[in-house]
């Protein structure tokens, strides 16, 4: 059970280091990226916002919201704007707010946007069109200790620092006259620091969820091209404690196919299991080189990398299901 004595932070990282980072180096496509997800366990609904630097200006921060409405519908911005402040990050009009270290953040976003269908996603880049006010007020509050992952980045293209935590998630969405309430939606917040250049990546994967238990798991896995680096780490945790696990990533082998993926088995010496998964609804993107995200379905070309899908997913473990999150990425043309 968690309470007020809970160690969120268990390897110790300085609480400084939940903020951006003051002064950030020099360093060709340094970057650093802030990501916050929440997907309720009783309506179709879930939250997908990524906070990046800019590498060609590292004051410039870009916001991609994507917000998943019921029948199919979305909420959809992706904006630039110098917008960071004393507690966290900030563009154009999303705000990330860190209230206690490891324990206690705010994800606001009050501005502007396109909605769209899933129709209008397939059908290629997300072209400008009308755009119409959007708000959303979710706490993130955490819900098992701080995952460091710096140890396993090494020749790593995407980071040399990375941390990810399981939350709760609770708040107000307003969408179009429609007003949505999350109640402890099941959710994940991480933050990276480093190079990252998608040049680099062949595919890679990110899930996790929290389960009405308050069990949850984590796993991102990463495969380079050419390099041949690879990384493939998990955990689980019962909320108070958690155990890293080595895992048999399920990668995307066909853009055109998101919704083929096999289940997630995870071992360590002391045990192996296995968590089903059901792709549910996913929004495609697309990778650009060095490093940058376009919203919607596009086809390969000149400075195109992976396509890239976000979505939802029901995942089933020991008999319990909850819903959760799902992304993964792969060549738009594959390597010969």
Known sequence: MLTKETNFNPTGIDPIDELPLAQPPEEDLWAENFCYQAWDREQDLGVWVHIARMPYDKSIWRETVIVFLPDNRYF??????????????????????????????????????????????EDGA???????????????????????MSAHLKNQHFATMHHEQTCLATGTIHARGETF????????????????DFSKLNSHIWFNAVFPSGKSFNVLANYERKTGNSIARGFVSDGTTFHDFAMEPSFLKDP?????????????????????????????????????????????????????????????WDGEEAYGHIERSCPLVPEA
Not at 97 to 107: H, M, N, Q, V
Not at 187 to 194: K, P, Y
Request: charged share 30%; proline share 5%.
């Open 256 to 316: 055109d196919k998101p919704f083929e993926i096999e289940n997630l088995k995870l071992s360590n010496a002391e045990s192996t299991f296995e968590i089903g998964i059901e792709v549910l609804r996913v929004l495609p993107m697309a990778m650009r080189i060095p490093n940058d995200l376009v919203l919607g379905k596009e086809a390969a070309g000149d400075g195109r990398g992976n396509r890239l899908y976000e979505g939802r997913a029901r995942y089933t």
């Open 76 to 121: 959809l911005s992706r904006a630039f704007a110098r917008g960071a402040h004393e507690a966290g990050p900030g563009s154009a009009g999303i705000k990330l707010s860190c209230i206690e270290p490891f324990r206690r953040f705010r994800l606001q976003f009050d501005g502007v946007g396109r909605y769209v269908t899933q129709a209008d996603v």
């Open 126 to 148: 997300l072209r400008d069109g009308l755009a119409q006010p959007f708000q959303l007020d979710l706490q993130f509050d955490a819900a098992a200790p701080l995952w460091d």
């Open 181 to 196: 309430i999350m109640e402890k939606a099941g959710a994940m917040r991480d933050h990276s620091r480093g190079p990252r």
